[in-house]
């Protein structure tokens, strides 16, 4: 089909061309094979989808009960292969090119209290290999607010102990540094000397954390083992790693830290996106002046 080779070719674009990352293509993909097999129901080439068709394939997205925010993210994907379609000459016009994206309620960011990281760290084992590789990644992930990709990603060179701070390839392959705080780092070195030495194979790797087998941790492994660890701690939510990555940012604001500062440490391009995390501090400052004020 037509459509689906020049689908092939826009991932192919966006992976060498625009240097996007894996799991950013794999989102992409995604959307776009629902795309095409609406398009190919229909019987439509890459160079007559109409307006009305993405129209049409948004309001199908509707029906099987996305959300505003999944459709908005569709409109996106299909927008940016139009873009190419047009640049590869593919198309004589944009089709997606005036539909206006979903509104939608941006929703507050979950995050857990300081007690609730404290009770979660003390659910890894300190007398197993396994244990003190997961606390170690933990810590590290609170401390430095990575996303779990970059987590998983890390290599044990990429962590410096002096003067603490580490160094992270993020999303389309931008580096940043970021500091690491002192607990965090004594996980590190604990795990660097009691486990990862019994989890290293014959085959070396470069990556810091290991699983059994001496590869790299896996991101999917990782968020089970997270979300078991939160129900072992009596959570009142389920907790993924971006939950960790959001009280990060919301503790630090919450003790100070400028919005700027906070942006360069999470990797956000744009200041726009991590300022959701000052609307989490002043919703919570509303519900202290509610519950403590006189008048309130």
């Not at 095409?36 to 129209?55: D, I, P, Q, Y």
């Not at 607010?145 to 290599?155: A, M, P, Y």
């Not at 492994?221 to 959570?235: E, H, K, S, T």
């Not at 360069?264 to 609307?279: A, E, R």
Request: net charge positive; aromatic share 8%.
């Amino acid at each position: 089909m037509e459509l689906e080779a020049h689908v092939r070719s826009f991932l192919n674009y966006l992976r060498v061309e625009k240097g996007l990352s894996d799991n950013t293509i794999q989102a992409y993909r995604r959307d776009m094979e629902k795309f095409t097999e609406f398009a190919g129901k229909r019987g439509l080439s890459t160079a007559n989808v109409l307006r009305e068709h993405v129209v049409d394939f948004l309001s199908s997205l509707y029906r099987q009960k996305l959300d505003s925010r999944s459709v908005a993210r569709h409109l996106v994907t299909i927008r940016h292969f139009f873009r190419f379609s047009l640049m590869e000459g593919l198309v004589m016009e944009d089709p997606a090119a005036t539909i206006e994206s979903p509104k939608f309620r941006q929703s507050l960011p979950e995050f857990l209290s300081v007690e609730e990281v404290d009770r979660l760290l003390r659910e890894p084992d300190p007398n197993d290999m396994i244990g003190i590789r997961d606390r170690a990644m933990i810590e590290l992930m609170y401390s430095t607010g990575l996303r779990v990709s970059e987590l998983c990603g890390l290599r044990i060179s990429d962590v410096t102990m002096d003067p603490g701070c580490l160094r992270c390839i993020g999303k389309g392959n931008k580096e940043r540094l970021v500091p690491v705080g002192r607990q965090a780092l004594d996980s590190v070195q604990k795990y660097l000397c009691e486990a990862r030495p019994k989890l290293q194979r014959e085959e070396i790797s470069p990556y810091l954390f290991l699983n059994q087998k001496g590869h790299k941790v896996d991101r999917i492994v990782f968020w089970r083992i997270l979300g078991q660890y939160g129900r072992n701690a009596g959570l009142r939510k389920s907790l993924t790693p971006h939950m960790l990555r959001h009280s990060f940012a919301t503790h630090l604001l919450d003790r100070g830290a400028d919005l700027r500062s906070v942006q360069i440490m999470l990797g956000h391009s744009d200041i726009s996106t991590t300022q959701i995390y000052t609307h989490v501090v002043e919703e919570r400052l509303k519900q202290v002046y509610k519950a403590h004020h006189p008048r309130a």
